[in-house]
Nanobody
Framework: QVQLVESGGGLVQPGGSLTLSCTAHRINFRIYHLDWYRQAPGKQRELVASISDIFTTNYADSVKGRFIISRDNAKNTVYLQMSRLKPEDTAVYYC??????????WGQGTQVTVSS
């Protein structure tokens, strides 16, 4: 059974930093395009950052310059380094693995709360 397991969420003060991790089990990780999404209460899920199988990255305008997405294929893990966090970054963060040749998979989500 394929699993994506996120970790690293928590409570952080405004201006602080967190790094999220998402480790995939039982997929051919290196062929997948990987995304981080987030969903705040009462809002739609939005794409935050993505990294392709050839390490091309893209970011939502709201996080450019503050978040960095990276992947380690040897560890089957994608990361989201978040810095200069703002209260509006508060949300449940989800990782997503997608490929044209395979089904799409989602993690269970990890809560990030930015508050003083």
């Amino acid at each position: 059974q394929v699993q994506l397991v996120e970790s690293g969420g928590g409570l952080v003060q405004p201006g602080g930093s967190l790094t999220l991790s998402c480790t995939a089990h039982r997929i051919n990780f290196r062929i997948y395009h990987l995304d981080w999404y987030r969903q705040a209460p009462g809002k739609q899920r939005e794409l935050v950052a993505s990294i392709s199988d050839i390490f091309t990255t893209n970011y939502a305008d709201s996080v450019k310059g503050r978040f960095i997405i990276s992947r380690d294929n040897a560890k089957n893990t994608v990361y989201l380094q978040m810095s200069r966090l703002k209260p509006e970054d508060t949300a449940v963060y989800y990782c997503n693995a997608n490929s044209k040749q395979s089904p799409t998979y989602w993690g269970q989500g990890t809560q990030v709360t930015v508050s003083s």
